[in-house]
């Protein structure tokens, strides 16, 4: 079976089934993040848990990578490419989870009131694991393609933008 960069949007009517589902979507074979957002009766969007494989390393990568390059400059030099290292790796990873946060706004608009979305990230080489979990816990799963949601979420963008430069264009 081919590897599949997929992700997994999974609805529940019961928030404590979808809290133990995001548990075990953790765990799931080639699984490189996870979020649980949920609606409240009120219509109020909330994202309780989040959680990204390896949150922190470029930061720490680069960090370390510069300050090895600034020992060439001595001690001042180590720290300050441990600074400007950490600056780039730190910068690098809030972008991935800006991009991550766009997503979740945007496949969020669907989300009934007292409603639960799990959305996974993950790298799937076979289906059934990410289907058991959504069975077990009562959930509905959609998969897509992350290269078609990375797209409809570059669109939504794109339309926010435009709406506020006509926004602005009227006052």
Known sequence: MSDTHAMLFVT???QAAAHAAYQEAKELPGARQAALLRRSAEGLLDVPESWVRGAGTPTVAGGILGGL????GGPLGAFLGWTAGTALGGAAELKHFQDAAETLTVYSSGLVESGSLLVVELHEHD???ADELAARHGGRLVR???AEVAAEVRLAEAAAEDAIREEQVKD
């Open 144 to 146: 897509r393609p992350a």
């Open 127 to 129: 289906p059934g694991p």
């Open 12 to 14: 529940f009517a019961d």
């Open 69 to 72: 390059v600034g020992l060439l």
